[in-house]
């Protein structure tokens, strides 16, 4: 649904880029978490295991995108009163 959204709403390749790479380093998070965990069976830990991946990380993407999308939103929004 993400890539679909993004060809419809016109989102930047490199938005969608950073959003998959926050994803597959999070999800990874958690399967380590689960892994971990004193009461997990050894068919959670093989399956845990399995879900862990190591992100393509991109400098000048990220750098990009904080500059183009992040930077470019500071004092854009201000705070209720």
């Avoid at 993004?6 to 998070?29: C, P």
């Amino acid at each position: 649904m993400i890539i679909e959204n993004a060809k419809i709403l016109g989102i930047e390749a490199d938005i969608t880029d950073q959003i998959f790479e926050f994803m597959v380093r999070d999800f990874s998070k958690y399967a380590l978490q689960l892994y971990s965990k004193p009461g997990s069976t050894p068919k959670q830990m093989e399956l845990c295991m399995k879900m862990i991946r190591k992100p393509a990380l991109n400098k000048e993407l990220a750098e990009r995108v904080w500059t183009n999308h992040v930077y470019a939103l500071n004092g854009v929004y201000k705070m209720n009163d």
